[in-house]
C-alpha cells in the first residue's frame, strides 16, 4: 500500500481538494486499496475546521465527492507512517521541514514535481480566490504522481 500525506498551510484548501481528487482518480481506476491518503497542515490556525466552501464547491461543480474532512496538524510520527509527503509549494517545504526535523528518506515532494513543471508551486485559493486554477494544478499534479507510481510500478 502507498501511503500519501498532502500537505499546505492550513489544511482546507489545497492538501484536501488533493486529498480529494487523488482518492477520485484511484478509485476510478480501480486501485483504491493500494492506496491510503490523507492530508494536513504545517500550521495551527485551521485545527477542527472543515473543508474550505470554495474547496467544496469546485469539488461539487466537477463531481468530486467531499469527505468530511477535519484539519489537523502534521507531526513527526507522519514522516514514518507515510512514503510520500506532498507540498504545494516552498513555504509548505520550510514549514515542514520544521516539524519533521529533515528528509532523510527523501519523501518530500512538491506536487507539481510530478509533472513537467518541477519546482512549480500550487497558489493557495485562499489568497487567490481562484478555485478553478487551484483543481486544474491539483488534478495536473496528482495525474502525474499516478502515471509516476504506475511507471516505477509500485502499483502492482
Known sequence: M???????HGNICRSTMAEMVLKHLVRERNIADCFYIDSAATSREEIGNGVHYGTRR???E??????DHRARQVTKKDYEKFDYLIVMDLN???NLNRIIGSDPDGKVYKLLDFTERTGASIADPWYTGNFDETYRDVLEGCEGFLKKVSENGNLY
Open 92 to 94: 509548505n517545504v520550510r
Open 2 to 8: 502507498i501511503k500519501i500525506l498532502f500537505v499546505c
Open 58 to 60: 469546485k469539488l461539487a
Open 62 to 67: 466537477v463531481g468530486i465527492p467531499c469527505e
